[in-house]
């Protein structure tokens, strides 16, 4: 018969270990909070009319990632790839690539480098088999973007072909110095190869003090008119979670209007911002019936306006006046419309390219070293003017004062002041500099923000073909009345929501407009030129809530040429159109005060050779 004491020696070898309790109790943790994180990356599409559906041309074939994860494997990819594919935009002409790479050194300006590779499954072709073909076409277009990341434009995908395009060197590549790296066996992609339809999906975001701004396409939100932002909220993707499509912070909106959400920063954020540019943003919806949040697709990541350039700005005072605009192929146009402006006052440029393939970006440069103070910013963004000028509204704010919102067609003229008007008589002058003087006096007027200029619209008159000494000469006819008005703004004085309607903004409380007389300035727009130059306006409109030239809407607005349909057929009698008035003040002001008195050249005007 056992002793008391061994019973009770035997009890204690019975009893589990409080320390392997413990430990197995901590893995049951791990693994259901694993398992949280893992539903957490896991959303449920949740249909709402706050969004379009998804764009597919019929004409494209989207494959299943299963199809061209068969050609990623088939492919010899080379993990030290300097290159690195992180989002793909379906657009209606275009296939754009936002691709990283990890310095400067493997920085690839020349389009002749790279193939853009399409894969497609042959039974796509109406065969059985399983078979992954792959065709190649040539690369439109690269350009730098943000720092350390470059855009590639590809061709719209052949029929049957995925749009989950690929990049393969022709050659092969160097990454410079002594590191030469060899790159020419294999592709240069991510394993996520998801296609974003352009219709639906958020393309910047910028901090702005404790604010995020972030730009999205597809919320539908009326034009002109500011949103509950209370269906809204941010979400921020940090390390490896970005990667994988997650999002592990979320902050509520503060504005809404158009395609503008501004959200707190997370707290996290606000303190590490030297960490923060390059975290992947979004956009989630609370649906009108439903519960949960539809998070937008994305291919946007923080950027930090304020942190180019800094130092040298913090060095200097603001520029008095700048120009903002957003083009498309108007190189052609540039210069006469800087270096008119540059004589009027105006000190620093933001072009805004909206994807121009004529040459614009040699003008710029071209400009630059002739002393105009231009900086063209790629957008590749179609449709989104007003969004552009919200963005360009934030990255001017801590450089100018005033800045004019205009396109490369509008040209202020000052015409003798009309004593009429005695509270506008010290405002300007007919002269060098009277674009800037006539801002700076707006400024003692502390509470106007806003100065809005009348626009008269030029027609062709009479011209065949494109004048040779620039349209302020060449175009001297227009319509008897003015159509709608341009706005010179203060940017620090914007609302919150940076709603803007292309002609003028939202101003905070407490600020206000002023019309300026058409005695003392107007803006000649050169709207209607000869039919050569017109023409290519048909090829797409920038605004976002504007009709295309070729949709049947809003026929008959001043969004449109009057009598001209939806096809860029040059209508009879189009170079003697749009003529009520003839006006040649601009014409006198420009050959009297900017031509040359030894050659009769202005200065947009090549020398003979």
């Given amino acids: ?95 754009l690539l936002l691709v990283s790479i990890r ?66 060197p022709r050659r092969r590549l160097h990454r410079g110095g002594a590191r030469n790296l060899e790159v020419d066996d294999g592709f240069l992609w991510r394993s996520n190869l998801t296609v974003r339809a352009w219709d639906n999906m958020v393309y910047e975001a910028v901090t702005d003090g404790d604010t995020m701004v972030v730009f999205v396409k597809g919320l539908n939100l009326r034009p002109d008119r ?15 979670w970005e990667r994988e499509g997650s999002y592990v912070l979320a902050t509520k909106a503060v504005t809404a209007a158009q395609e503008v959400i501004r959200c707190l920063l997370p707290r996290s954020i606000r303190k590490n911002r030297n960490k923060a540019e390059g975290i992947r943003v979004t956009i989630g919806v609370t649906p009108a019936r439903g519960h949960g949040r539809v998070l937008v697709p994305s291919a946007a990541k923080i950027s930090d306006l304020k942190s180019v350039g800094r130092g040298e700005r913090n060095e200097r005072k603001k520029y008095e006046l700048c120009v903002c605009s957003m083009v498309w192929n108007q190189a052609s146009s540039l210069r006469e419309w800087i270096m008119y402006h540059a004589w009027l006052g105006v000190e620093r440029w933001f072009i805004y390219d909206n994807n121009s393939d004529d040459g614009i970006k040699e003008v710029v440069e071209e400009l630059e070293q002739e002393g105009h103070n231009v900086s063209r910013h790629l957008w590749p963004w179609i449709k989104t003017q007003e969004a552009g000028f919200s963005h360009c509204a934030l990255r001017a704010r801590d450089e100018c004062n005033w800045v004019s919102f205009m396109d490369v067609d509008e040209f202020f003229y000052f015409p003798h002041p009309s004593y009429r008007h005695k509270r506008f008589r010290k405002l300007a002058f007919p002269g060098q500099n009277s674009l800037k003087t006539l801002v700076a006096n707006v400024s003692s007027f502390p509470r106007i923000a806003e100065i809005r200029t009348a626009c008269h619209s030029f027609g062709p008159s009479g011209l065949s073909s494109v004048p040779s000494q620039g349209v302020t000469v060449g175009y001297t006819c227009r319509l ?74 809003n026929e008959g607005s001043r969004d449109r040429a009057p009598g001209l349909g939806t096809e860029a057929i040059e209508p009879p009698n189009w170079r003697l159109q749009f003529c009520e008035v003839w006006d040649t003040g601009l014409r006198d002001f420009a050959l009297a005060n900017l031509a040359d008195p030894a050659t009769g050249l202005l200065p947009w005007e090549r020398s003979p050779l």
Avoid at 25 to 39: D, E, K, Q, W
Avoid at 120 to 149: A, T
Avoid at 226 to 240: A, E, R
Wanted: proline share 6%.
């Fill in 1 to 95: 018969m056992d002793s008391p004491e061994k019973r009770r020696k035997r009890k204690r070898l019975a009893r589990p270990s409080a320390k392997n309790f413990f430990t197995f109790r901590s893995l049951l943790s791990c693994l259901a909070f694993l398992t949280f994180l893992y539903l957490l990356s896991h959303r449920i599409p949740i249909t709402t009319s706050s969004f379009r559906p998804v764009l597919v041309v019929s004409s494209l074939s989207l494959l299943s990632s299963s199809a061209v994860g068969s050609v990623q494997g088939s492919s010899t990819l080379n993990p030290l790839s300097p290159l690195r594919i992180e989002d793909r935009v379906l657009f209606p002409d275009h296939l």
């Fill in 103 to 168: 310095d400067r050194k493997d920085w690839i300006s020349d389009k002749e480098l790279l193939d853009c590779v399409y894969s497609g499954n042959i039974s796509s072709f109406g065969s059985g088999s399983d078979e992954i073909l792959s065709e190649k076409r040539d690369l439109m277009s690269v350009e730098e973007y943000h720092e350390f990341q470059l855009i590639f434009r590809c061709p719209l995908p052949p029929v049957n072909y995925s749009a989950a395009v690929n990049l393969q």
């Fill in 226 to 240: 500011v949103s509950d932002p209370g269906q809204f909220s941010c979400h921020f993707g940090l390390g490896n």
């Fill in 480 to 553: 008897q009345s003015p159509e709608r008005h341009k706005s010179i703004i203060r940017p620090d004085a914007l609302d919150a929501t940076l709603l803007n309607v292309v002609h003028h903004f939202h101003l905070r409380k407490g600020f206000r407009y002023m019309n300026l007389p058409q005695g003392t300035a107007v803006i000649n727009h050169y709207k209607y030129q000869v039919w050569e130059a017109f023409r290519a306006k048909f090829y797409r409109r920038v605004a976002t809530y504007v009709a295309d030239w070729q949709d049947n809407q």
